[in-house]
């Protein structure tokens, strides 16, 4: 019977295989943890973490990878920049802007000279950023990626989708790298 079925169709046996391996699965939505947040490639985030991104100059594979999915092959500072700060953090009433929330400017041309080295202006005793050390960089903790005194308002990103996994991870490389511009 599903023979003939088939035939009377024009399905193939394989083409019956691939039809039915298409069908199982189950009926419940994907999960995502906060840090895979992002990455899937059909839910788009504040972020701007979603879908592969169009060929914007970009040939090869790379044209077909997510942001989040480009990041796991960064550790400079201008991707960080580009696809982290400006999209996340340097945003009206945050990190940009005449009056930037805790005198952290992380616009493009300020946050480098506004991270490295320089004083936490929330955390006694702590630098933003210093260089080739994650757990003595505020800017971890204030990611939830190092231990110390959580930020006061919660951690970063605020009011919008967390950072995928891939883009914490490049800035931790970025900063062992030695933070350089």
Known sequence: MVRGL???????????????AAACGNDTAPTRSSADAGTDNNQPTANG?????????????????????????HSDFAFLQTHVFTPSCATAMCHAGPDPDVGLDLSAGNAHANLVDKSSSTAAGWTRVEPGSI???????????????????????????????????????????????
């Open 49 to 73: 973490d979603a879908g592969p991104i169009g060929d914007g100059g970009v040939t090869g594979d790379a044209a077909a990878l997510t942001i989040c999915q480009q990041a796991a092959q």
């Open 135 to 181: 757990a003595q960089s505020y800017l971890a903790v204030s990611l939830g990626r190092a231990e110390g005194p959580p930020p006061r308002d919660g951690y970063m990103p605020l009011g919008t989708d967390p950072l995928c996994l891939e883009k914490l991870e490049a800035i931790e490389r970025w900063i062992l790298a030695g933070a350089p511009p």
């Open 6 to 20: 088939l035939v009377s169709h024009g399905m193939t046996s394989r083409s019956l295989l691939l039809l039915l």
